[in-house]
Nanobody, 126 residues
């Protein structure tokens, strides 16, 4: 059983940066595929970024590609999301998720993940 706790959210102006972190406990994340999802008010939860267990391959939603960077430190049991050049459209509750054997073609499907954090709020003002 993995417990995930996100941090680093807050309010930022458009064009600014934020760095989200997800601390895992209860088990090592080294065997899990990890992802960041986000959910804006009135919208469905959507995948933002995905990283394989070894950290050498990542995928991003088109809406964040080139602006967000996902990374992981398995030794520290943490997952990160560097958010640069944020826009008001990035305003959402951001969740980290861990799953077994998540294939790349399904990385954005929330049902593929076994464990979720409670989320951290990101608000971007124009």
């Amino acid at each position: 059983q993995v417990q995930l706790v996100e941090s680093g959210g807050g309010s930022v102006q458009a064009g600014g940066s934020l760095r989200l972190s997800c601390a895992a406990s209860g088990a090592s994340i080294e065997v899990y595929y990890m992802a960041w999802f986000r959910q804006a008010p009135g919208k469905e939860r959507e995948g933002a970024a995905w990283i394989i267990p070894g950290g050498t391959y990542t995928l991003y939603a088109d809406s964040v590609k080139g602006r967000f960077t996902i990374s992981r430190d398995n030794a520290k049991n943490t997952l990160n999301l560097q958010m640069d050049g944020v826009t008001p459209e990035d305003t959402a509750l951001y969740y980290c998720a861990a799953g077994f054997g998540v294939p790349a073609v399904q990385w954005f499907e929330a049902r593929r993940y076994n464990y979720w954090g409670q989320g951290t709020q990101v608000t971007v003002s124009s």
